[in-house]
């Protein structure tokens, strides 16, 4: 792997002169060390054909210290009037047909501000070390949803996730990522990551799971209640925290 900085923002008011870390993947087998460093994978540049990431506060469950608590429990009972069924597929083994790819889209297009373009969609579906898809369905056999999964046989990146918003209410994008976390447990891994936690709609992640540390840009660290305090102020964020400090 290589480790670089790009340079980025500049505020002379407060002298703060950032870099941006970035890391480029060249082997197979750095994939646990790149995401235990603080590294997400960067899908916003299609034209890169190495697998890219940049380093952020990311967010993980440490298996060891995970167990289901009473709000996973009360959205796996309201999930359960659906009776799910949980496919584990290997992407080499996976249809990728224009059904699935519109299901994707159609909630990228009503969940966010705007569409996710076909191209990025399919850079991401090629990303060299999405390894697993996780289909859920009802007992109708109707798809409730996907989610995109880099696997190996310690960690999993519960990366993107698609699902359809009519059963919102029921919890149903909270339940997935639950019972994705279950699963990883059951399996024997050692942590499951959760993207990023920035701002305070990534909050409903810290509420709900047990083992929980995000990268501080230094290390892990398993304070909620510290990380709880960032989020509430990273939209009005002024200056790095050592100056804060001062």
């Known amino acids: ?8 923002l500049v505020d002379y008011r407060t002298y703060t002169f950032n870099y941006a870390i970035y890391c480029r993947q060249d082997e197979a087998d750095e994939t646990d060390a790149i995401y235990r460093l603080g590294f997400l994978p960067y899908s916003n540049a299609l034209q890169l054909t190495q697998p890219h990431y940049y380093l952020a506060r990311s967010l993980r469950v440490v298996l ?7 709000e996973n429990r009360r959205i796996d009972k309201k999930m359960s009037e659906l009776l799910p069924e949980i496919i584990l597929w290997q992407k080499k083994d996976f ?10 889209l159609d909630y990228t297009a009503k969940r966010f501000d705007g569409a996710m373009p076909a191209e990025r969609f399919d850079y991401i579906y090629n990303w060299p ?10 007992v109708g056999n109707n798809v409730l949803g996907y989610v995109f999964a880099v696997m190996t046989g310690e960690i999993l990146h519960y990366w993107f996730s698609f699902y359809d918003l009519q059963y919102s209410r029921l919890g149903l994008g909270k339940w997935m990522m639950f019972k994705t ?7 024997g891994l050692k942590e499951v990551y959760l993207g990023t ?32 305090q960032k989020c509430k102020t990273d939209d009005n964020f002024v200056a790095d925290d050592f100056k804060r400090s001062l």
């Open 129 to 138: 070390y999405l390894s697993h898809i996780f289909e859920f369905k009802d």
């Open 64 to 70: 060891e210290q995970f167990s289901p608590t009473s």
């Open 95 to 104: 249809d990728n047909n224009e059904s699935f790819q519109k299901f994707c």
């Open 1 to 8: 792997m290589k480790i670089f900085r790009s340079e980025s």
């Open 197 to 228: 936690c920035y701002g305070t709609k990534a909050m409903y992640k810290m509420r709900d799971f047990k083992g929980l540390e995000y990268f501080d840009g230094n290390a892990w660290n398993s304070d909620m209640k510290l990380l709880k």
């Open 181 to 187: 976390i279950e699963w990883a447990k059951s399996q």
